[in-house]
């Protein structure tokens, strides 16, 4: 029986799939952490978090396996490991994690708690575990709730009472804002109930439209905060534990202050699409700069996510693109360094309109011409990732993904959108922020009055309410699913206009599905955290 362990948190970026390198990165990790007794990593490291289906090819949980039996063979020096991977035993499949020591696989315990709501459908892949007790390490009782496990009383409760003496909790809890505070919070409460320290590991790192933001800390059973990690990057902290006269306690080491507000929002959405680019190998990404807002964000992350040498900004004008647009876009491009090209649409707009024009003869024009400048640029896009291998970010906002205030096959193409879940006021008040760390926005794009540019003096609010206005029905929609009825007390706004924007809500749900993937940061993404039918007559008290 020891006195004194040394825990390493290994908050680390698996990337999906990649078993082997996944398992070098563990050896890797296991190297720099030697001097310790054991080494935690999170949740389903071996294969990263979450697998989804992935988990139903009896190869892939084969492959994670043999690769968890390597790992463990190389436990006869150096760090006992618990890793975390997907475990097959008879007809089940279970969300584990072993411990690996002296050379082999000594323990395993399943999760028990398997999510099953927002963006989780654990319960679609994995069995859930029995209630897991303690694993006896150098004489320790180590409690692993996995994940899930401590955001409810019991699994934590069980081992408590099974003699646990440290809960060592691996995670893979993706980023939405705030959620810090949530964990923070639900870990408290885990080690008042059970009055035992806790090492809460989390991933970190992007998977598709999911940012693991890290995070990780240690509370000890006082209550008192002994760690605390960074947000959105990797880092193993050798944590030093002893035994005292009433339980177990962690030697307070680093506390690293957390990004708050806009700074958090930015680095969530700059690791979302740095990762995406980079664990799907593209060498970089294009994108229309337009002289708005959107577009200049977009490309102010790309540079943030990638360096300005990966990305390059095309203006695409037309006849309606203003002399502004055209100074600011290229301004913005300068104060990024990234490569910018003029591609005038002019001939491809008219193309098109030539050749519909027997059938169109006699129709007034409108919506249908606007669209075709929209796509002519969202062609040209296309075509210059399909010569140089870049990928097309998108830039729709949350707002206008929200009433479908964008065009399909036209600026919304693109392989990924950083923005997707960021409402447009939030967009401005991300251009401030960053600008403040470096002037990259020109000021005017801020300024100015939003428009799409497709006809003569348009401006967004020509078919749009204010956008704070907007913003505060869509998040009484979206994000709180309140009645419109409720929304209409709430705020005082015009019934017609609530009424309205739930109406554009529901019938831009097609639009929505084909949709590229984008960054979560709210509690209610449009993607897996909110699941509307397309086909949908239901309207709020009608
Ligand atoms: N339920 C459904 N299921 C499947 N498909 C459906 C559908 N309803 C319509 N459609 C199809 O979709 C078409 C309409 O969609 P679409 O072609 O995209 O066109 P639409 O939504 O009619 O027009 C685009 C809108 O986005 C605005 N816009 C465009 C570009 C940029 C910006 C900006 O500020 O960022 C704003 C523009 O002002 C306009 O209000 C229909 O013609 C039909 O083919
Ligand atoms: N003249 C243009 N040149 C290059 N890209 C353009 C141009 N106009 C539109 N786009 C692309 O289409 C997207 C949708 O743009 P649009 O101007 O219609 O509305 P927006 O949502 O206000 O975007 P932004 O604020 O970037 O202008 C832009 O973000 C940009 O990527
Ligand atoms: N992987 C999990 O079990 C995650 C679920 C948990 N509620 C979280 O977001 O942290």
């Not at 994690?97 to 399943?110: D, K, T």
């Amino acid at each position: 029986m020891t006195d004194r362990l040394i825990i390493a948190l290994a908050q680390l970026n698996p990337t999906l799939g990649a078993i082997k390198a996944n398992l070098d990165r563990a050896r890797e990790a296991r190297r720099e952490a030697w001097d310790a007794d054991l080494i935690l990593f999170p949740e389903l490291f071996i294969c990263g978090y979450p697998p989804e289906d992935l988990v139903l090819r009896s190869s892939f949980v084969t492959a994670c396996r043999d690769a968890v039996e390597e790992l463990a063979r190389e436990t006869i020096s150096g760090p006992a490991v618990l890793m975390g991977l997907p475990w097959r035993e008879g007809a089940n499949l279970y969300n584990s994690v072993a411990l690996l020591a002296n050379g082999r696989i000594e323990a395993v315990r399943h999760k028990f708690d398997l999510p099953n709501y927002g963006v989780f459908d654990e319960k679609r892949v994995f069995n859930a575990g029995p209630a897991p007790g303690p694993i006896a390490f150098k004489g320790v009782r180590l409690g692993v709730p996995i994940c899930e496990d401590i955001w409810t009383e019991e699994t934590c409760e069980t081992l408590a009472e099974t003699g646990a003496e440290i809960l060592l909790s691996p995670n893979g809890s993706p980023f939405e804002r705030n959620k810090d505070d949530v964990r923070l919070n639900l870990v408290v409460a885990r080690v008042t109930e059970t009055g035992l320290p806790m090492a809460y590991l989390n991933q970190v790192g992007g998977q598709d439209e999911l940012v693991f933001d890290g995070a990780s800390f240690v509370l000890n059973a006082d209550r008192t905060l002994a760690w605390q990690m960074p947000m959105f990057e990797e880092q193993i902290a050798l944590t030093e534990w002893r035994r005292e006269e009433d339980g177990w306690r962690c030697v307070p080491g680093e506390i690293v202050a957390v990004p708050e507000n806009e700074a958090e929002t930015w680095k969530a959405c700059v690791l979302g699409l740095r990762d995406y680019v980079l664990k799907n190998r593209f060498p970089g990404v294009v994108l229309g700069l337009s002289g708005g807002i959107d577009s200049a964000v977009v490309a102010a992350m790309a540079v943030d996510a990638l360096g300005a040498d990966r990305v390059h900004c095309v203006m695409l004008p037309y006849a309606y693109t203003s002399k502004d647009s055209l100074v600011d876009a290229e301004e913005c491009a300068k104060l990024l360094g990234v490569r910018y090209d003029v591609v005038p649409i002019k001939e491809p707009v008219e193309g098109f309109l030539h050749a519909l024009r027997p059938m169109f003869e006699g129709t007034p024009a409108g919506i249908t011409e606007e669209n075709l400048q929209s796509r002519s640029r969202g062609v040209i896009l296309m075509a210059i990732s399909n010569k140089f291998g870049a990928m097309v970010l998108t830039t729709g906002n949350k707002s206008e993904m929200s009433v479908g205030y964008a065009t399909l096959y036209g600026d919304m193409n693109g392989g990924y959108n950083p923005i997707k879940d960021v409402y447009k006021t939030e967009v401005y008040r991300l251009a401030e922020w960053r600008n403040s760390l470096g002037h990259v926005i020109p000021q005017r794009i801020i300024t100015k009055a939003p428009t799409a540019e497709l006809r003569e003096n348009q401006k967004d609010q020509d078919s749009l309410p204010p956008y704070d206005v907007l913003d505060t029905i869509l998040e009484g929609l979206v994000e709180n699913e309140l009645p419109v009825e409720q929304i209409i007390k709430n705020t005082g706004y015009d019934e017609a206009l609530v009424r309205r924007i739930q109406h554009m809500l529901y019938i831009a749900e097609y639009k929505r599905r084909q949709a590229a993937p984008g960054v979560k940061i709210t509690r209610r993404n449009f993607g897996r955290d909110r699941r509307y039918p397309i086909t949908n007559a239901f309207r709020d008290g009608r």
